[in-house]
Structure formats: C-alpha cells, structure tokens
C-alpha cells in the first residue's frame, strides 16, 4: 500500500449466506467418511456415500499462521443430519497454544458448541442466529448440527493459536451428544 492510498478489500463476506470470496480464502470439506472415527458407531458412519460432507470451513487468514497479533477469521458450515443418534459435528480441537481464546457467533441454523476442558469436563452451549459464545483458553470445542438445515457458525481466532487435533482424535470427547427423546443430549 502506498500512502494516501485508497484501495479495495481482498475478501469480501457475503451476508446472504456467509461466504467468503477474494483471495487468499482457504476452503475446506470434510466428507464423512474422512471424519468416522470421531463417531461412536463408525461402521454407521461408513455406510454413508463416500461423498457425503459432514462439513465445509471457509478461512481469511491475512497474516502467516503462527503470527503474533494477528487474528483470522471464518465460518464453519455443518451440515444436517446423524450417525446412529449421534449429530453430524465437526472433528474438535483444543488450540496448540492453550492460552489463546476464540469467538464463535451462530448465523444460521440451531446446533450446539460441545466444550471440554483439560479436567474432561464437558458442557454445551446452544448455538442459533444471534448467539455469540467466548471459547476461554484451554477449552476444547466442537460444533454439532441439531436441525434440519445447515447449521453455520462464523469464527475468530488468534493467529499463532494453532489447532491441536491430535489429543481429541487419541481420547476423544469425554461425553457424546445425542438424540433422545427428540432432544439433543449429552451422554
């Protein structure tokens, strides 16, 4: 940029459905089948089509991961639908960086935000347009689709927060949401 300078954004956030466009946008899917082993009855989950998504994130990262002062920016789509009685949700992940915080805010759809601490302490937050839910430092998080449309939820995080999936995909969540009763519950 040069001074007194005017220019344009390079990503611009479509309000009518949450989409991000420009560059540099990263956009990522997760089928099902990639995602399995986050659910109980992973044979349930196989017989799906391989090429069922259970979700899609879409990412502004304007600054190198791993920066210090930067933030991204993001939505995660989930899409409806279960295994078994378990909801479709995204794999989960406490961040590298343990002290770093994140905020999520629903824009459509109703889910849940499934919280862990590092105890194993597991609670939800209801998740629908309007909700805004602060994520604290060392807090695993996941998102579960409840409804029966997409469940979309934006995101904003530190950039040198890092994801650390590793520990979720080796011990899980200590507690699964589930449909009972036509009630999401955790079990």
């Not at 344009?8 to 990522?28: A, C, E, H």
């Not at 590298?96 to 939800?124: C, H, P, V």
């Not at 530190?158 to 036509?182: C, M, T």
Request: net charge negative; with cysteine; aromatic share 10%.
């Amino acid at each position: 940029m040069n001074h007194l300078e005017i220019t344009n954004t390079p990503v611009i956030l479509g309000l009518n459905n949450y989409s991000l466009t420009g560059k540099p946008i990263i956009n990522q899917q997760r089928t099902l089948k990639e995602v399995a082993s986050i659910y109980q009855d992973q044979e349930v989950a196989k017989q799906f089509p391989d090429d069922t998504i259970a979700y899609t994130v879409q990412a502004w990262m304007p600054v190198a991961e791993g920066t210090s002062g930067g933030l991204f920016f993001g939505a995660s789509t989930i899409m409806p639908g279960k295994v078994g009685t378990e909801y479709f949700m995204t794999k989960g992940h406490f961040h590298s960086l343990g002290d770093r915080a994140e905020f999520y805010w629903g824009i459509q759809g109703k889910g849940m935000l499934i919280l862990m601490d590092r105890d194993r302490n597991t609670w939800a937050e209801e998740v629908y347009p309007g909700s805004l839910h602060y994520i604290g430092s060392e807090i695993a998080h996941r998102l579960a689709n409840t409804g029966n449309e997409n469940l979309i939820v934006g995101a904003c995080w530190p950039s040198d927060a890092g994801h650390d999936y590793d520990e979720i995909a080796r011990n899980g969540f200590s507690a699964r949401l589930v449909e009972e009763d036509g009630n999401p519950t955790l079990v």
